[in-house]
């Protein structure tokens, strides 16, 4: 199994940067598909981005192309989410989600995701 532990969450102003972390434990990042999905109140959980296993294939929602980058660092066995251009709205809580046999056109879709850090919030404001 594996633990995963998001970081780096805060409030930003509007056009502000950030980069949340997502550290694991219990076993390599390798291992795992790996992605990023956020949820506002009130709303569905929603897909921001993702990673195969291979790392080399990163997906990411159309909403955020051109601003966010996924990657991650085997060494560190953590995955990343730069987010750059902050929007009003995309506060909401984001969550690190792994999981080893998801087939790449379902990366998308959490249900399909075994593991599951607690979130960390982002607020931007106007």
């Known amino acids: 199994q594996v633990r995963l532990v998001e970081t780096g969450g805060g409030l930003v102003q509007a056009g502000g940067s950030l980069r949340l972390s997502c550290a694991a434990s219990?076993?390599?990042?390798?291992?795992?598909?790996m992605a990023w999905f956020r949820q506002a109140p009130g709303k569905e959980r929603e897909f921001v981005a993702a990673?195969?296993?291979?790392?080399?294939?990163?997906v990411l929602a159309d909403s955020e192309k051109g601003r966010f980058t996924i990657s991650r660092d085997i060494p560190k066995n953590t995955m990343y989410l730069q987010m750059n251009a902050l929007k009003p709205e995309d506060t909401a809580v984001y969550y690190c989600?792994?999981?080893?046999?998801?087939?790449?056109?379902?990366?998308?879709?959490?249900?399909?995701?075994?593991?599951w850090g607690v979130g960390t919030q982002v607020t931007v404001s106007s």
């Open positions: 219990g076993s390599s990042v390798r291992a795992y598909a």
């Open positions: 989600a792994a999981d080893r046999s998801i087939i790449f056109s379902q990366l998308s879709r959490p249900n399909q995701y075994d593991y």
């Open positions: 990673l195969s296993r291979s790392g080399g294939y990163p």
